[in-house]
Each structure stands twice: as C-alpha cells, then as structure tokens.
Nanobody, 116 residues
C-alpha cells in the first residue's frame, strides 16, 4: 500500500517562499515518478511539477517555471517542492501524486495561502 503525506504549507506574504515536502511510504519509492498538483477554490486540480524516478528529468507548469523547484531524496523517500516569489494566485491546496502499477495515489493535501 502506498501512502503520501504532504507537509510544509502555511500562510506567507506575496514574494515570500515556502518549502513543501511529500513523504512516501510503500513499495520501491525510487522506481516511480512523483508529481505535485494544486487545487484553488472553485477551480480544477492542476499539474504543478513532476520529477522522474531517478530525478534526472523535471517538468513544470508554465505558471510556476522559474519560481518552483521539485527534487527528490530517494534515501529519505521524500519529494520537496521549493516555492519562491510566491504570488496570490499560488494560493491552493497542494497535493502529492504518484502512479504505482496503474493506480493513482494522492496525499491529503497541504494548504498554501499567499497574502498581498
């Protein structure tokens, strides 16, 4: 069974930074790609950033490119998301996601609120 637990959310002023983390438990963490998504009030969940199983490839939504950095620590089974130059429109619940053997897994989410 795969479990994902996000942490690190909070309230931050525009222009500030936050570091989210996703802790993975279950089978073979280092074998699977990991993604971050977010969902703002009244909007659909959207892709934010992704990282390959080895960490060698990353991808970002255009809206966060140059401001967010995704990484992974295969020894600690974690996927940090470093967020900088935060904007009000980054306010959302942030979710960690992975697909293992055809099944999608999600964490419970962590709230990020950016104030002006």
């Amino acid at each position: 069974q795969v479990q994902l637990v996000e942490s690190g959310g909070g309230l931050v002023q525009a222009g500030g930074s936050l570091r989210l983390s996703c802790a993975y438990s279950g089978r073979s963490f280092s074998a699977y790609a990991m993604d971050w998504f977010r969902q703002a009030p009244g909007k659909e969940r959207e892709f934010v950033a992704g990282i390959s199983w080895s960490g060698g490839r990353t991808s970002y939504a255009d809206s966060v490119k140059g401001r967010f950095i995704i990484s992974r620590d295969n020894a600690k089974n974690t996927v940090p998301l470093q967020m900088s130059s935060l904007k009000r429109e980054d306010t959302a619940v942030y979710y960690c996601n992975t697909r293992v053997l055809g099944n999608d897994y999600w964490g419970q989410g962590t709230q990020v609120t950016v104030s002006s």
